[in-house]
């Protein structure tokens, strides 16, 4: 069983007046198999968990732990991350002009396996990939995500994901500016990642629409930089009535 460890988790951005401390002691378990869902506001900084684990330089780790099967993260670069079994679905997946999505994902694979994928199986395997997530052949030869839609651009995330199959997935707020019919093949795509038991997932969102997709097993409410509370399902359909006031409250009143 592999198992994503984050503890103590600290978190500092620069701004304009100094650094801010954004993540303020997070500590979270992801062992393979399990759908966790971190809920909360806008602001709270359930973004930056997941760009901070992922290795993005513009947030800066002051203290604290993330390990992946006992391989501390930290210290990687972003490519050692992935290559440990780590993987990203970014909000806002940026455009990226002469690389064709063939390539882009062929490097990637070889990258991860240390070889090459045989061309003319990849190619049947990443037109296969796009197809179930509703994208047609000619996305391979395009640019990555050059003039795709927002729907297109997190559908195209998915087909990376399911090509790619890393150990851990975090995806971060991959529901926000779909519409209904994207929403629902984009959690298929999710759903059949996870299908097989091995693999672990971490979801960000504020919304709990998706979640009528995708069930996770834990909840974790985020407030302020770190988890406030933590349940089953349950939790989610509590937030849907009460939304996220109370906790909002209650750090205020903490601070």
Do not use: C
């Amino acid at each position: 069983m592999s198992e994503l460890r984050i503890s103590g988790l600290h978190v500092e951005v620069q701004t304009e007046s100094g650094p801010k401390e954004i993540l303020k002691g997070v500590d979270l378990v992801v062992r393979s198999g399990e759908v966790h869902a971190i809920m909360g506001p806008n602001g709270s900084g359930k973004s930056t968990l997941a760009y901070s684990i992922a290795g993005h330089p513009k947030y800066t780790i002051t203290s604290g732990s993330v390990t992946l099967d006992g391989v501390e993260l930290t210290g990687l670069t972003v490519d050692e991350r992935a290559r440990a079994g780590l993987f990203l679905a970014m909000q806002y997946p940026i455009e990226v002009p002469g690389v064709s999505v063939a390539n882009f994902l062929r490097t990637a694979k070889t990258a991860l396996s240390g070889e090459a994928p045989k061309v003319r199986t990849w190619v049947k395997d990443v037109n296969a990939a796009l197809e179930r997530v509703g994208l047609d052949g000619t996305f391979a030869s395009r640019s990555l995500n050059e003039g795709f839609s927002g729907g297109e651009k997190k559908r195209n995330e998915i087909a990376q994901l399911e090509l790619l199959n890393p150990k851990f997935a975090i995806l971060d707020e991959t529901d926000s500016g779909l519409d209904i019919d994207a929403l629902r093949i984009v959690s298929e795509g999710v759903n059949r990642y996870t299908a097989n038991g091995d693999r672990g997932l971490l979801l960000i969102t504020h919304y709990t629409r998706i979640l009528n997709y995708i069930k996770p097993d834990f909840v974790h409410v985020f407030v302020d930089g770190h988890v406030v509370e933590e349940g089953g399902v349950e939790l989610a359909d509590r937030l849907e009535i009460e939304g996220y006031d109370r906790f909002v409250r209650a750090a205020k009143a903490d601070a």
